[in-house]
């Protein structure tokens, strides 16, 4: 089955600076891959997704990029704020209603 | 975006009896619910598929026989955690899907189970 592998687990940057968070995965039939960021005690919020067909994908301050031949996607957050601290999870999936496989997870905290 | 919920949000039972937690999406037919835990700061791990109308697709290790797995119609799955033992105290959350969210997974807010 698909294995999904999230690096690192924590990490700690300026307010105002990039957040890198960097995932693998192993399943080559893997076609989507969504971020969700999860608050303490809550849900998790997909924030930005990509599918295979496409190699970067930007939202404001978020962007994701994805390498199929090399089987890894990262998610890039700029001019972190406060509000960005939380953990961060890479999922990956083939797609349609195929299940989720998600990384390990990234708490990231945003220092004022 | 598409609304999930479930009930009830906290559950605190006593080892050895039986809960369920219901998983709702308000404002879609939902063709397929995942069901999933989530110890405290680990990642969450898939215990189960469901498709409405058939039986429960579980992953390796989840004893079908200790989670039931309901999902009866388009709107509701329901999971029974049988005999329940303190290791069983986790985060329980749900995620429904189907045509009208483009196959996208939406999650409920989650059930916090504490077994004494």
């Known amino acids: 089955g698909e294995n999904v592998e999230q690096h690192p687990s924590t990490l700690s940057v300026q307010e105002g600076d990039s957040a890198v968070i960097k995932c693998t995965y192993s399943d080559s039939a893997s076609n989507y891959f969504p971020w969700y960021k999860q608050e303490l005690g809550k849900r998790p919020q997909l924030i930005i997704d990509i599918r295979s067909n496409v190699g970067e994908k930007k939202d404001q301050r978020i962007a994701v990029t994805l390498n199929k031949t090399a089987k890894h996607f990262s998610l890039h957050i700029t001019e972190t704020q406060p509000e960005d601290s939380a953990v961060y999870f890479c999922?990956?999936?083939?797609?349609?209603?195929?299940?989720?496989?998600f990384g390990t997870g990234t708490r990231l905290t945003i220092i004022p | 975006g598409a609304v999930v919920s479930q009930h009830p949000s906290r559950v605190i039972c006593k080892s050895g009896t039986s809960v369920k937690i219901e998983c709702r999406s308000l404002d879609f037919q939902a063709t397929t619910m995942f069901w999933y835990r989530q110890f405290p700061k680990q990642s969450l791990m898939l215990m189960a598929t469901?498709?409405?109308?058939?039986?429960?697709?579980?992953e390796q290790g989840v004893e079908k026989d200790k989670f039931l797995i309901n999902h009866a119609s388009l709107t509701l799955s329901t999971l029974t955690v049988t005999s329940a033992h303190p290791e069983d105290s986790s985060f329980y959350i749900c995620?429904?899907?189907?045509?009208?969210?483009?196959?996208?997974?939406?999650f409920g807010p989650g059930t916090r189970l504490t077994v004494l």
């Open positions: 999922a990956a999936s083939r797609g349609g209603n195929e299940k989720l496989t």
């Open positions: 995620s429904a899907s189907g045509l009208a969210t483009g196959h996208e997974q939406f």
């Open positions: 469901s498709n409405e109308g058939s039986k429960a697709t579980y």
